[in-house]
């Protein structure tokens, strides 16, 4: 039986110190953060998803986003190498998480980095940003690791976000979804939604047709329910303060057998 599980890291003491780049620094309130963390796990339990928590990396501030430090395509997983040296501490526990979970485990390598915020899946297309935390480098490791596993992988500019999924995620038939302004080059893309919130470019496929996503994009979470979809509103209000969305949050395993 396939099973859905997703990878989660609670946020840790320094994460006020976290990194921000595209955005002013604003201060974090820890206790909020928390509370927020928690909410964003009970979603993905109350629609299906076996939460696994990695273990604690309390010396660095951004493990609390724990999708940059793995790319999974189908069981294997992809250790990335970030292109910020200070979170490259995060990677050990999501190894040994992935690992403990039956999952096959390639490594990026110097000179190479690679950030999981930056590798969109859709069906078997793998898009992957080349920006500021993901390197030439990283891309060609990335496409060495999953080609031969069947995917197709698609390098794409990204200079104006953080990561590509700070700019464009997918709905579940495959619809590329972004914030015009943030996003290099739509036409990459063989179908392209324009949405009118940058949250609003960010989802979660939890199953079906439910989108988590955050609140502060409530113009697009009325966009999709016009299209039938169902989206399911969380407030990350303490993460996006550090350039953080929905999907780094957590790490979804969608096609592991157990
Ligand atoms: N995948 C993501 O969107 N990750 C967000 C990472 C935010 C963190 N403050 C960073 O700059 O690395």
């Given at each position: 039986?396939?099973?859905?599980?997703?990878?989660?890291?609670?946020?840790?003491?320094?994460?006020?110190?976290?990194?921000?780049?595209?955005?002013?620094?604003?201060?974090?309130?820890?206790?909020?953060?928390?509370?927020?963390?928690?909410?964003?796990?009970?979603?993905?339990?109350?629609?299906?998803?076996?939460?696994?928590?990695?273990?604690?990396?309390?010396?660095?501030?951004?493990?609390?986003?724990?999708?940059?430090?793995?790319?999974?395509?189908?069981?294997?997983?992809?250790?990335?190498?970030?292109?910020?040296?200070?979170?490259?501490?995060?990677?050990?526990?999501?190894?040994?998480?992935?690992?403990?979970?039956?999952?096959?485990?390639?490594?990026?390598?110097?000179?190479?980095?690679?950030?999981?915020?930056?590798?969109?899946?859709?069906?078997?297309?793998?898009?992957?940003?080349?920006?500021?935390?993901?390197?030439?480098?990283?891309?060609?490791?990335?496409?060495?690791?999953?080609?031969?596993?069947?995917?197709?992988?698609?390098?794409?500019?990204?200079?104006?976000?953080?990561?590509?999924?700070?700019?464009?995620?997918?709905?579940?038939?495959?619809?590329?979804?972004?914030?015009?302004?943030?996003?290099?080059a739509p036409s990459l893309f063989p179908r392209f939604l324009p949405v009118p919130?940058?949250?609003?470019?960010?989802?979660?496929?939890?199953?079906?047709?439910?989108?988590?996503?955050?609140?502060?994009?409530?113009?697009?979470?009325?966009?999709?329910?016009?299209?039938?979809?169902?989206?399911?509103?969380?407030?990350?209000?303490?993460?996006?303060?550090?350039?953080?969305?929905?999907?780094?949050?957590?790490?979804?395993?969608?096609?592991?057998?157990?």
């Amino acid at each position: 039986m396939p099973s859905q599980k997703a990878l989660i890291r609670r946020p840790g003491p320094r994460l006020a110190d976290g990194l921000v780049t595209h955005v002013e620094r604003t201060p974090v309130d820890p206790e909020r953060a928390l509370t927020q963390w928690e909410a964003y796990v009970a979603a993905l339990r109350e629609h299906g998803w076996e939460t696994v928590e990695v273990g604690a990396a309390d010396d660095c501030p951004d493990a609390v986003f724990v999708e940059d430090a793995v790319v999974m395509y189908r069981n294997v997983a992809l250790i990335t190498r970030p292109g910020a040296a200070s979170r490259r501490g995060e990677t050990a526990g999501v190894e040994e998480a992935v690992s403990r979970l039956g999952c096959s485990v390639n490594r990026v390598r110097e000179p190479g980095t690679l950030d999981g915020g930056d590798v969109l899946k859709v069906g078997d297309t793998i898009y992957v940003g080349r920006g500021g935390r993901t390197n030439a480098d990283g891309v060609a490791q990335l496409r060495a690791v999953f080609e031969p596993l069947g995917a197709k992988v698609v390098a794409v500019p990204v200079s104006k976000v953080l990561h590509l999924k700070s700019a464009v995620t997918a709905l579940p038939e495959g619809t590329v979804v972004g914030y015009g302004p943030l996003v290099d080059a739509p036409s990459l893309f063989p179908r392209f939604l324009p949405v009118p919130e940058e949250a609003g470019a960010h989802v979660v496929l939890l199953g079906g047709g439910k989108l988590l996503m955050a609140t502060s994009a409530p113009r697009t979470a009325e966009l999709y329910s016009d299209l039938g979809l169902e989206p399911v509103l969380v407030d990350i209000g303490e993460f996006e303060k550090l350039e953080g969305c929905v999907t780094c949050l957590s790490v979804r395993l969608r096609e592991l057998h157990s």
